[in-house]
């Protein structure tokens, strides 16, 4: 993590909009029982809550990551 590159962005911007990746929805695809992807950029990541931290334990709502 000491390369110049790692600062481009956030491990907070990385977990908040990858989130749905990490379930395995890639390229925007939804998690079943979503509407919005976690990739969206609106609202913005800064003012999302962060996902839970048991990733696998179920999915998160679109309301409970901030996205509607």
């Known amino acids: 993590m000491a390369h110049e590159a790692t600062k481009q962005v956030t491990e907070e911007e990385i977990v908040k909009l ?29 003012s999302r809550p962060w996902p839970p931290r048991d990733t696998y334990a179920g999915t998160a709502s679109d309301a409970a990551l901030g996205l509607v």
């Open 18 to 46: 990858y989130y749905d990746y990490a379930l395995g929805a890639g390229n925007g695809a939804l998690v079943s029982g979503r509407k919005v992807s976690s990739f969206a950029f609106e609202p913005d990541w800064r």
